[in-house]
């Protein structure tokens, strides 16, 4: 018989989209639940007691008033900037080429890019983060270095070469044929292998020519079947440049629309300034958003409309934007996008920020039916939450009414100290 481990505590459960739905419908807490475990993937969840009794031979471990989660999802980084996140005092176009550049540059050596990959998921699994869609530099060894560093780890993961021809320094600048070819022996060496899976990945309009848009648009027609990440509508001043580089575009989601870079399986990040023929588009396709609160407000760049969009069933995932974002905490990253929905006037309930965190971000990324909730047949991704893991939260714990005024405190002042520990495909890894 295989193995079995029973996991007992506070357990997480979805049953719909709280973006679209009540949270009180579609989201609740069992205070004494189980979560069993077999073979890397759940195979039930339910009252810890009963589950107990059914299967007396698992391995149990008991986490008692900690919260069972499924493992967090950021939907959106660039592990290449983990090094220089938290710089200084630059706005998006002066950050890229002050800090962005040069740091993705010494990625060219692959030991750096190898020593980077493996830091920066290590610093994201002590966080509670088991999966990631990551950016990756121009250089193919640097999509080598993470997918080998996730499967080290036996992660699921999205990535993908970021794609640059203009508009960068020499030694960034790849080209339409170089783009195209280099992405394409990437998505036949890592797609679809253990649990990695490929995102064709032009950075941004300003820094790829319509040549390469065109040449990674006719990739993905080739191959559907890979996600499309990129940059949409984050600054202003961003925007007036592609306006500028793209003249005969009606809007900057038209450059990738333009160019083939637009459906369902798409990825766009921030998304913050949008017109209604952008947003009427992306609702008609399908195409995903990432909600990047820390960097949006780190960078300066604006008050994303999670409330807005996540209303009119735009699927919007969460992410830390390492290191545009000041965190590697998802934590972290749902108090700012808590706070950003205060200064909206939309603030979101605690429900809906882990719902954003886990399965909304897997939703973003086709992984839904994977990863990010807390159900039978799906991989067993976890994340244990101690609920009063520093004095100052423990204190404002003890005052809380009820479990979802308990979890707010640990998701607005909570850190890697809450995550108690973390599970990767049934695997304990420590918290
Ligand atoms: N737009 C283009 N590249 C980047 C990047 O690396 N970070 C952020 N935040 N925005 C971008
Ligand atoms: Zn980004």
Redesign the pocket.
């Known amino acids: 018989m295989k193995k079995q481990t029973l996991l007992l505590g506070r357990v997480l459960r979805f049953s719909g989209d709280p973006m679209r739905q009540p949270w009180q419908d579609v989201v609740r807490i069992d205070s004494a639940g189980g979560v069993l475990l077999c073979d890397g993937r759940i195979s039930a969840v339910g009252d810890g007691a009963a589950l107990s009794a059914a299967h007396p031979q698992a391995e149990v471990t008991d986490y008692d008033a900690a919260l069972i989660c499924p493992g967090f999802i950021d939907a959106h980084v660039?592990y290449p900037?983990t090094a220089i996140i938290a710089s200084w005092g630059k706005r998006?176009i002066d950050w890229?080429n002050t800090y962005?550049f040069p740091e993705e540059m010494r990625l060219a050596d692959p030991a750096y890019a190898e020593e980077i990959a493996g830091r920066y998921l290590d610093l994201t699994l002590d966080h509670g983060t088991t999966s990631v869609a990551s950016?990756c530099t121009i250089h193919p060894h640097s999509v080598d270095a993470i997918f080998s560093a996730a499967a080290a780890r036996g992660q699921r993961i999205v990535a993908g070469k970021t794609c640059m021809d203009r508009n960068a320094p020499e030694g960034l600048r790849d080209s339409a044929q170089s783009a195209y070819d280099d992405s394409k022996a990437l998505i036949d060496r890592w797609h679809g292998t253990g649990r990695a899976s490929y995102a064709i990945t032009p950075?941004?309009s300003p820094?790829s020519s319509a040549e390469q848009l065109a040449a990674l648009g006719a990739l993905w027609a080739e191959r559907p079947d890979c996600l499309m990440q990129t940059?949409l509508s984050?600054q202003s001043d961003?925007i007036a440049w592609v306006r500028e580089l793209y003249p005969q575009a009606r809007d900057y989601l038209d450059t990738y629309e333009a160019h083939g870079l637009l459906g369902a399986r798409a990825l766009y990040?921030?998304a913050i300034h949008l017109e209604e023929r952008e947003i009427d588009r992306i609702t008609e396709t399908g195409a995903a958003l990432v909600h990047?609160p820390t960097?949006n407000t780190f960078?300066g760049s604006g008050l994303f409309d999670m409330a807005g969009l996540g209303a009119r069933g735009v699927p919007v995932g969460l992410a830390t934007?390492t290191g545009?974002g000041s965190s590697f905490s998802m934590l972290r990253t749902m108090a700012a996008a808590y706070e950003i929905g205060q200064l909206r006037g939309t603030p979101l309930h605690a429900a809906e920020l882990m719902w954003l965190a886990t399965a909304g971000s897997a939703r973003s990324l086709h992984l839904q039916d994977r990863i990010g909730t807390l159900a039978a047949g799906m991989e067993a991704d976890l994340c244990i939450l101690d609920l009063a893991s520093t004095p100052a939260i423990a204190q404002r714990a003890a005052r809380a009414e009820d479990i979802w005024e308990t979890l707010f405190a640990t998701i607005m002042m909570g850190d890697d100290r809450a995550v108690a520990d973390v599970w990767i495909a049934g695997e304990r890894r420590g918290g």
């Open positions: 660039h900037q998006l890229l962005t950016y950075r941004f820094t940059h984050e961003e990040g921030h990047c960097s960078i934007d545009g």
